[in-house]
């Protein structure tokens, strides 16, 4: 009935930093990862999500999800 919240999420992977929009850090991550292997191929990924700020800064410190693309 009601609406999913999204929040403004930080994800830091191979070097970079790239906000998403999702409805949890787990969803943003695998956002990230799948964006990231489109670009570099398919593999095992490790990417730090935050949540971020209304000036798009990490709200605390984030948490690492490895997410595997084939």
Do not use: Q
């Amino acid at each position: 009935m009601g609406e999913s919240m999204v929040l403004r999420y930080i994800c830091e992977l191979g070097g970079d930093e790239t906000i998403l929009e999702a409805a949890s850090a787990e969803d943003a991550a695998e956002l990230a990862v799948k964006a990231h292997a489109a670009e570099h191929g398919p593999g095992t990924y490790t990417v730090t999500v935050s949540e971020a700020t209304d000036y798009d800064l990490p709200l605390i410190a984030g948490d690492d999800y490895t997410i595997t693309v084939s």
